[in-house]
């Protein structure tokens, strides 16, 4: 799983930025009414509603977002209307782009969307053209601290299901199969531990580098352009970003 890690501590360092946590806690407030609408507003009886919580926990959203949140998707506070859309393409130098995105104005999204491809090098193309490139997988990362076993950790997410284990100077990371995401979570969650990251997502089967200096700049301003947009949930790309690379 080469380059996940470090997708992931990309991500979680982009998310600490403070001008980004209002986009992020908006976001995430569409995806729990989403959940909330479609499964209703028991957690526990509606695992996407869990699945969204516990990822709006880990990106410290206010516990009153959340019930705000939860509240509106089961139409207790108003009625807002969003739908699943994904676009798939490529980004500068061939890298696969797969765009997960709720929306309440699907012709709004898709010009943004492509707009933001043809700006930066990229190509949109049509639905299934790169989600192969990807697997779906439930993702667990927790911080590293002086209390945590590395050994012991690993031996229970193993033997709880987990399908990898990896561990790097900022933490550790389990990736799961997406049907035994929840109960994993569940019980690594009871024994104590804490997750910086608990979600489904679609990780690269294969990375690509990028050495042309215009393609990474590019690269870069196509991810910023769609993280900016609030329509967009997450980006998963198969670009293998520098370790020295501040975005």
């Known amino acids: 799983m080469a380059g996940h890690s470090k997708w992931n501590n990309i991500k979680n360092k982009k998310g600490k930025e403070d001008a980004r946590k209002a986009k992020e806690f908006t976001k995430l407030a569409r995806y729990i009414m989403v959940a909330a609408k479609e499964g209703g507003k028991d957690p526990e009886y509606n695992p996407q509603l869990k699945a969204a919580i516990e990822k709006a926990k880990a990106a410290n959203m206010p516990n009153d977002n959340i019930e705000r949140a939860i509240k509106k998707g089961a139409g207790e ?21 797969y765009v997960s995105c709720l929306t309440d104005n699907r012709n709004r999204t898709a010009s943004d969307v492509r707009h933001a491809f043809d700006k930066f090098g990229g190509n949109l193309g049509q639905t299934g053209c790169v989600s192969f490139m990807f697997d779906r997988r439930g993702v667990l990362a927790i911080e590293k601290k002086d209390d945590i076993d590395e050994d012991e950790l690993m031996l229970r997410a193993i033997d ?39 979600e489904i997502a679609f990780l690269p089967q294969n990375t690509i580098k990028l050495t042309n200096e215009e393609d990474i700049k590019n690269m870069v301003k196509l991810i910023e352009t769609l993280e900016d947009n609030d329509d967009i949930q997450e980006i998963y790309h198969s670009w293998e970003i520098p370790d020295d690379l501040e975005i």
């Open 77 to 97: 506070l108003g009625t807002e209307t969003y739908e699943e859309i994904t676009y798939e393409g490529y980004g500068p130098g061939g890298v696969a782009v």
């Open 160 to 198: 709880l299901g987990a399908l990898d284990f990896e561990s790097d100077e900022f933490g550790y990371e389990i990736i799961t199969s997406p049907e035994d995401f929840n109960d994993i979570r569940d019980a690594l969650s009871k024994e104590g531990y804490e997750f910086s990251m608990a």
